[in-house]
């Protein structure tokens, strides 16, 4: 029975994983459970038994590409004691100018949870989770006095709505650079936490 289970798991996340590079390649909206069986060279109904449908497919799938970006971020920010650091860590880290390669999966995926409430659900989910880091590292900076915030939640609620309406400009519209992101994005951040110099140097 173990050994089943294992097996279940394993098929799982190479699912998940073929899955990923696919939504890459082709989008949320555009992929079909068949793109996928055929890279694994499996039957549709395979993937089908370990997901139920396609939308939970996809919906797992971004979660598990998003929680990969946010270990990464959480190992980044928990390197380094001084808050600056760790705040600097989050910012390069973090959306287009960064690491994370989900970016282009979020913006799909906000256009795919206007109307489809399992992928809503798991986008709320993700969402929360990157918030937390952020409001974690401004929280100890506050206490340790390097920052001056008196309202952590809003602060990472208009910083973070301003990197994912920058991010689209970026990805989407190319309207603005990756390094403008980067800076506009730092700047915002030493304002509201009242430091001298943008936080990402």
């Known amino acids: 029975m173990t050994r089943d289970r294992r097996s279940v798991e394993v098929r799982r996340d190479e699912i998940l994983t073929a ?36 939308d939970a497919l996809v919906a797992e799938t971004f979660a598990h590409a998003v929680d ?12 380094g004691a001084d808050p600056a650091d760790r705040l600097r860590g989050v ?7 960064g690491d994370a390669v989900g970016w282009r999966l ?14 809503r659900a798991v986008l709320q989910r993700m969402d929360e989770r990157w918030r ?10 506050v206490a340790q006095g390097a920052f001056r915030c008196p309202d952590p939640t809003a602060t990472v609620t ?6 994912d309406g920058l991010s689209v400009a970026a990805l989407v519209y190319r309207t603005v650079s990756r390094d403008e ?10 304002i509201e936490l009242g430091l001298d110099a943008p936080a990402n140097g």
């Not at 910012?91 to 100018?97: D, W």
């Not at 979020?106 to 992928?119: G, N, S």
């Not at 409001?135 to 100890?140: I, Q």
């Open 19 to 54: 899955t990923a590079v696919l939504l890459d390649e082709l989008g949320l909206s555009a992929i079909r459970v068949s793109d996928v069986a055929k890279a694994l060279r499996v039957s549709p109904a395979l993937i089908f038994y370990h997901f139920g449908t396609k």
């Open 106 to 119: 979020w913006i799909d995926a906000w256009a795919l949870a206007q109307r489809e409430p399992t992928m």
């Open 91 to 97: 910012l390069r880290s973090y959306g287009p100018t």
């Open 68 to 79: 990969h970006d946010l270990k990464e971020l959480a190992r980044a920010t928990a390197e």
């Open 158 to 163: 208009r910083v973070s709505a301003l990197l």
């Open 132 to 141: 937390a880091v952020l409001r974690e590292v401004v929280e100890d900076g």
């Open 181 to 190: 992101l980067r800076a506009w994005v730092a700047g915002a951040m030493a």
